[in-house]
T-cell receptor
């Protein structure tokens, strides 16, 4: 089956620990994204990558880091510097559309991170 | 002011009802528009794109008014399975790339 997988579905960590969330896609999409969703708020962009070995900060990148060593994989590390890490984290991917426009974004099932 | 604003609801409607959701956006350079559906504790899924001429997909109709910077979604003959949160999404060009701006969503609850 083609799609985006995220693991784990639920994650609990102690305050002060770094944690890495996995995101893998087999859709052959060039672009990948990480969002955070908090109750009553829209999704907010953390980081994005348009091509392997390249990534840019989104609107709320502080306290997070990413890597894009393979086209299929875009892991997100939530560091101890992130002040309010408890949230629902969503990974997405898309093709590049014509003239630089974005193709439809498809989302993974998400990871719920709770920091105790 | 939020870049994309939606009425949070909830909209509680009986099966068979017609319900309309509205959304306004602040960036006049917005290029494309979408409605996503998100079920409780799940990921968002694309419901439909929104075109200037308006578009329909079965019981769902989307409209765009660029002059008023306003998007709408109409659901006819509501089903229990339509219960979800509906996200208004706007694509804008920012810093050399296209990015999606998500509204906080409008919650719909359809009851028997």
């Amino acid at each position: 089956d083609g799609g985006i997988t995220q693991s784990p579905k639920y994650l609990f960590r102690k305050e002060g620990q770094n944690v890495t969330l996995s995101c893998e896609q087999n859709l052959n999409h060039d672009a990948m994204y990480w969002y955070r969703q908090d109750p009553g708020q829209g999704l907010r962009l953390i980081y994005y990558s348009q091509i392997v070995n390249d990534f840019q900060k989104g609107d709320i990148a502080e306290g997070y880091s990413v890597s894009r060593e393979k086209k299929e994989s875009f892991p997100l590390t939530v560091t101890s510097a992130q002040k309010n890490p408890t949230a629902f984290y969503l990974c997405a991917s898309s093709t590049k559309g014509l003239a630089g426009s974005m193709g439809t974004q498809y989302f993974g099932p998400g990871t719920r991170l709770t920091v105790l | 002011r939020k870049e994309v604003e939606q009425d949070p609801g909830p909209f509680n409607v009986p099966e068979g009802a017609t319900v309309a959701f509205n959304c306004t956006y602040s960036n006049s350079a917005s290029q494309s528009f979408f409605w996503y559906r998100q079920d409780c504790r799940k990921e968002p899924k694309l419901l439909m794109s929104v075109y200037s001429s308006g578009n329909e997909d079965g019981r769902f109709t989307a409209q765009l008014n660029r002059a008023s910077q306003y998007i709408s979604l109409l659901i006819r003959d509501s089903k229990l399975s339509d219960s979800a949160t509906y996200l208004c999404v706007v694509n804008i060009a920012s810093g050399g790339y296209n990015k999606l701006i998500f509204g906080a969503g409008t919650r719909l609850a359809v009851h028997p």
